[in-house]
């Protein structure tokens, strides 16, 4: 690790600026100082993304399959360097590191089947009658690429949704050169995972520029590179106020580029009367563990509990133990810890005295919180429609159904709802499940928010403020969508065409003759 | 014809700002005042836009085909009446008004067409590990619409991207309300269209506010409806001023929604020597015709033409004649007129003196024109990227193909990009249409841009400035993909998922399953 910057294929660190990531377990500075990158370098960086972005968009599916692929073995190869790193940067376990190199090594070769098998290239062929100059024409359409696109690399997961992670994954698959903005609280993980991308590259024969990483401590880096006129997409998982700040400018520029941010959510979760009277322990078990787990950090953390039970508060008082019980665990920097803190006390100053909390012993350790009001409460106060990332949860009292529609007819956009019941009025789950269609990316039955699974069916966005743009996931095969732009060819000669559009079916992909799916050649007569 | 909003099923007219709709040939209002709506009648419109949305959303596949088939038959039932107003509104000829009529109400029945098909739901379920919480898990996903739609009528298409057209056909398909902002120049034809629409739904037991039809004469109720929190999506297509305004009305709002904004294309075309040599009567003949038609009013009219030719400038002078020759035609309103005269204006004023004009003989007749530069005045002066909508192009000569690539390098994004030759070098081919697939929505092979088939490859969208997404097509069935959002449902019972998503295929559509594309039902073992 040399704290440098990559611009292509090279290792640059003009800059005089420098800053060092801190283990949030010691609070102390870790090894190797990493340089800022200088505007030349951030400059070069997107000049050579931009360079070789038509060879690389031109590159067989095989290569850049094999590309995705030699990136993941690149990723293994680092072995337990990296999963240290990991843990001394972030604070996360042993056991969260190897899940998460796994999930991620998982989706660069899912990506890479998915890249071979064709399927994103909706490619469609007509021959057609046009009626304002009525003769048969040939018209065939593909996806490809829209340019070099941006990752910011996201605090909360270091590996799967950073430098090689869905963003990166999906923006190479679909031919896209990438920069990655450095997340500054994990930059050595990241220039070990930039490292095997560009030793993936050379391997691999890929153009200088298809990956570049730049290493910043604020936000001028992010700013620039969003404004750049040769950046023609950004990717980015984090804040609310980050995510917008960069969305703003995005569309703000002479051209307006797509920013696709995922800002998190509450992840409501409703507790019907049935589920308390015959299910508490086990949905208690469930909740506890998904509040908690990784200090919470996870943007599907179930940050809002609707229950419908009695004046017993059976099932507050067993999740209250429950989440007070778990040990309470490092979060992933001071900053993260001090804003939990802050949120966290916002709340309960709104909440009033009744919650549940285990005492936050140690360095950056979040406290594990179950804070409790009622329906009215929670209609009353807007703010309760703020993250509060973190080990936080909000328990809310309902008295009856009624009151749980009420709620949630104030709740904004989110990436998930989840309902907890198994026998209860159909005609209620129905109003509820349309309410949770209208708000949500991904509804949930009898299960928690946590666990992304990446699968072709999978939904990681929705409506804002969850996303900038709930048209897209952010998770799975599909995310390639945010990266593709369609391209026409008009009564072009076969010769010319790009290999997917030609009569010959050579890659064997799927493809839509006149509106039938079909793998065979098109028959020229 | 009465001059009132439609607000929902009902005729509305509580304003008192009127506007009537002018003649353009003979420069004289046409009968019937329109009113303006009011805010509260635009604040009814979205409010009954949104509280019909889910049960507009859930109605049945063939019921929302049938509303789209309807819709197509009351718009032919309107007969003389409606192309008789459509004539007089717009200057626009009787043959074009028929076939454009045609294309409308085609274009509404292949909508209907692919809503029953089901492909456009991407419905896809699986059965997935899950690294996260290592159990098997059901995840199933469709798409459903966006919410309530605002569609801009456009001036130069008063049916087929007006009021029930490509815009509001997709929208409704998607299972979206729409609310269509008139253009005031064809407010009558909007009006009978809109009847049309209101008529169908009741028919088709549609609910109240599927569709909300406003009177609008400047730009406040464009500019409410845009940042209206319960109008989920835009579809435009007019001038890059309009569309750029509209734009960043939506991204500035709270919550930010996507507009699809079509603003126009020089559509570049390319003719290189050896078809000057060989092929000059035929192509010249072509873009005559395709510059002219219509007096030029199309957003793909060719507006620009990079000829290789010698210094004999048989190419040139055979086009000018012919654009010359062609009957110079009434402009769409004298608006549209008056600006056409004064970029053309503007235009022949930085060519310098060599141009091809017809005389402009009587009221809002558009000149036909072809000014002529060479490639070294086209590279000093960014002001060529600007176009000049109507019966005008720009011919600029190439001495080599160095010149063309010099030229197409600073050029924008485009809707299309046109090539004539026969016989060329391959390599430069291969340049040539690399370049192009970057610019381009549209590529085409010896043929003029105009004429935009209504099909699955059609893409008519392309790189800003010609739109503000390049990742989403306005014309076919693939338009209806910038209105939808995915939604997932994970572990779900069968009995209370959308038809779509449930085991039994009761709806016969093509679903992928594991992967696989299949219309079987789901095995649950």
């Given at each position: 690790?040399?704290?440098?910057?990559?611009?292509?294929y090279?290792?640059?660190?003009?800059g005089?600026?420098?800053?060092?990531?801190?283990?949030?377990?010691t609070?102390?500075?870790?090894?190797?100082?990493?340089?800022?990158?200088?505007?030349?370098?951030?400059?070069?960086?997107?000049?050579?993304?931009?360079?070789?972005?038509?060879?690389?968009?031109?590159?067989?599916?095989?290569?850049?399959?094999?590309?995705?692929?030699?990136?993941?073995?690149?990723?293994?190869?680092?072995?337990?360097?990296?999963?240290?790193?990991?843990?001394?940067?972030?604070?996360?376990?042993?056991?969260?590191?190897?899940?998460?190199?796994?999930r991620?090594?998982?989706?660069?070769?899912?990506?890479?089947?998915?890249?071979?098998?064709?399927?994103?290239?909706?490619?469609s062929?007509d021959?057609?009658?046009?009626?304002?100059?009525?003769?048969?024409?040939?018209?065939?359409?593909m996806?490809?690429?829209?340019?070099?696109?941006?990752?910011?690399?996201?605090?909360?997961?270091p590996?799967?949704?950073?430098?090689?992670?869905?963003?990166?994954?999906?923006?190479?698959?679909?031919?896209?050169?990438?920069?990655?903005?450095?997340?500054?609280s994990?930059a050595?993980?990241?220039?070990?995972?930039?490292?095997?991308?560009?030793?993936?590259?050379?391997?691999?024969?890929?153009?200088?520029?298809?990956?570049?990483?730049?290493?910043?401590?604020?936000?001028?880096?992010?700013?620039?590179?969003?404004?750049?006129?040769?950046v023609?997409?950004?990717?980015?998982?984090?804040?609310?106020s980050?995510?917008?700040?960069?969305?703003?400018?995005?569309?703000?520029?002479?051209?307006?580029?797509?920013?696709f941010?995922?800002?998190?959510?509450?992840?409501?979760?409703i507790?019907?009367?049935?589920?308390?009277?015959?299910?508490?322990?086990?949905?208690?078990d469930?909740?506890?563990?998904?509040?908690t787990?990784?200090?919470?950090?996870?943007?599907?953390?179930?940050?809002?509990?609707?229950?419908?039970?009695?004046?017993?508060?059976?099932f507050?008082?067993?999740?209250?133990?429950?989440?007070?019980?778990?040990?309470?665990?490092?979060?992933?920097?001071?900053?993260?810890?001090?804003?939990?803190?802050?949120?966290?006390?916002?709340a309960?100053?709104?909440?009033?005295?009744?919650?549940?909390?285990?005492?936050?012993?140690?360095?950056?350790?979040?406290?594990n919180?179950?804070a409790?009001?009622?329906?009215?409460?929670?209609?009353?106060?807007?703010?309760?429609?703020?993250?509060?990332?973190?080990?936080?949860?909000?328990?809310?009292?309902?008295?009856?159904?009624?009151?749980?529609?009420?709620?949630?007819?104030?709740?904004?956009?989110?990436?998930?709802?989840?309902?907890?019941?198994?026998?209860?009025?159909?005609?209620?789950?129905?109003?509820l499940?349309?309410?949770f269609?209208?708000?949500?990316?991904?509804?949930i039955?009898?299960?928690?928010?946590?666990?992304?699974?990446?699968?072709?069916?999978?939904?990681h966005?929705?409506?804002?403020?969850?996303?900038?743009?709930?048209?897209?996931?952010?998770?799975?095969?599909?995310?390639?969508?945010?990266?593709?732009?369609?391209?026409?060819?008009?009564?072009?000669?076969d010769?010319?065409?790009?290999?997917?559009?030609?009569?010959l079916?050579?890659?064997?992909?799927?493809?839509?003759?006149n509106?039938?799916?079909?793998?065979?050649?098109?028959?020229?007569?």
């Amino acid at each position: 690790m040399t704290g440098a910057n990559f611009i292509g294929y090279k290792r640059s660190a003009l800059g005089s600026a420098t800053f060092q990531t801190i283990d949030p377990v010691t609070g102390n500075n870790l090894e190797v100082s990493f340089t800022e990158a200088t505007i030349e370098e951030v400059d070069l960086s997107i000049a050579l993304a931009q360079s070789c972005f038509s060879v690389f968009a031109s590159t067989t599916l095989v290569d850049r399959a094999q590309f995705l692929n030699t990136i993941a073995d690149e990723i293994e190869s680092l072995g337990d360097f990296l999963i240290d790193r990991y843990c001394n940067e972030s604070g996360l376990g042993l056991q969260r590191a190897i899940a998460e190199r796994t999930r991620t090594v998982d989706q660069l070769r899912a990506f890479a089947k998915e890249v071979v098998k064709g399927d994103w290239l909706d490619v469609s062929i007509d021959l057609v009658e046009t009626g304002f100059s009525p003769k048969r024409i040939d018209i065939r359409r593909m996806m490809k690429g829209i340019g070099p696109v941006v990752v910011f690399g996201a605090g909360n997961f270091p590996l799967a949704y950073s430098t090689a992670g869905g963003d990166t994954a999906s923006a190479l698959a679909a031919g896209c050169p990438v920069i990655v903005k450095v997340h500054p609280s994990h930059a050595g993980t990241n220039e070990l995972v930039a490292t095997a991308i560009v030793t993936a590259a050379r391997k691999t024969g890929m153009p200088e520029g298809v990956f570049s990483s730049i290493n910043s401590h604020g936000f001028d880096h992010g700013q620039y590179l969003v404004q750049h006129p040769d950046v023609k997409a950004v990717g980015f998982t984090g804040s609310f106020s980050g995510g917008m700040a960069l969305y703003k400018l995005a569309a703000l520029r002479e051209e307006p580029i797509p920013v696709f941010a995922e800002m998190g959510s509450l992840n409501p979760v409703i507790v019907l009367r049935d589920v308390v009277e015959f299910n508490t322990e086990k949905v208690t078990d469930l909740l506890a563990e998904s509040v908690t787990a990784d200090a919470g950090q996870f943007c599907t953390k179930p940050g809002l509990i609707f229950v419908e039970e009695d004046r017993k508060r059976t099932f507050e008082k067993l999740l209250g133990q429950k989440i007070t019980a778990k040990v309470a665990k490092v979060m992933l920097s001071p900053q993260m810890c001090q804003r939990y803190e802050s949120l966290r006390n916002d709340a309960l100053a709104r909440s009033g005295e009744l919650h549940y909390a285990s005492e936050g012993k140690g360095l950056n350790v979040g406290s594990n919180t179950l804070a409790v009001i009622n329906a009215d409460q929670f209609l009353a106060n807007p703010e309760w429609n703020q993250e509060v990332f973190g080990p936080f949860s909000l328990l809310v009292h309902c008295n009856s159904s009624d009151d749980i529609q009420r709620c949630l007819d104030v709740l904004h956009g989110q990436l998930t709802c989840s309902l907890f019941s198994e026998d209860y009025d159909r005609a209620f789950y129905m109003r509820l499940v349309s309410r949770f269609e209208e708000m949500a990316g991904r509804i949930i039955w009898n299960g928690v928010p946590t666990g992304v699974a990446v699968c072709g069916a999978m939904t990681h966005g929705g409506p804002y403020p969850a996303t900038t743009d709930p048209r897209f996931t952010a998770v799975g095969p599909e995310s390639i969508r945010r990266f593709l732009r369609p391209v026409t060819f008009q009564n072009f000669p076969d010769e010319l065409l790009p290999p997917a559009l030609q009569n010959l079916n050579t890659l064997g992909i799927r493809r839509r003759i006149n509106g039938h799916f079909t793998v065979e050649n098109v028959s020229v007569c």
